[in-house]
């Protein structure tokens, strides 16, 4: 059974740092695109950023030069860089991959984690 396992949230003041990282468990043949996406309270979940296996990313506007998202491919492993954060960024983050294994094509998501900008 291949499940996605998060780490990394908490609180921290404006302009501080946080980094999340989310491993894949199990035996997997084929790990494609990663990506964390987040949904504060009263909104929608939208995506944050993503990064194919070849290491091409995409960023939402608003974390664009503050957020750098990275992957380690033999750890299926994906993680998420916040710098400056802002009050904004306040939500739950949720990893997600689409992966291959014995069973098929999956996609996950990891179980959330909580980060809370605040002073």
């Known amino acids: 059974q291949v499940q996605l396992v998060e780490s990394g949230g908490g609180l921290v003041q404006p302009g501080g740092s946080l980094r999340l990282s989310c491993a894949a468990s199990?035996?997997?043949?084929?790990?494609?695109?990663m990506g964390w996406y987040r949904q504060a309270p009263g909104k929608e979940r939208e995506l944050v950023t993503s990064?194919?296996?070849?290491?091409?990313?995409n960023y939402l506007d608003s974390v664009k030069g503050r957020f750098t998202i990275s992957r380690d491919n033999a750890k299926n492993t994906v993680y998420l860089q916040m710098n400056n954060l802002k009050p904004e960024d306040t939500a739950i983050y949720y990893c997600?991959?689409?992966?291959?294994?014995?069973?098929?094509?999956?996609?996950?998501w990891g179980q959330g984690t909580v980060v809370t900008v605040s002073s």
């Open positions: 997600n991959a689409h992966l291959v294994n014995s069973e098929g094509y999956h996609e996950l």
């Open positions: 199990g035996t997997i043949f084929r790990n494609d695109v």
């Open positions: 990064i194919t296996a070849g290491g091409w990313t």
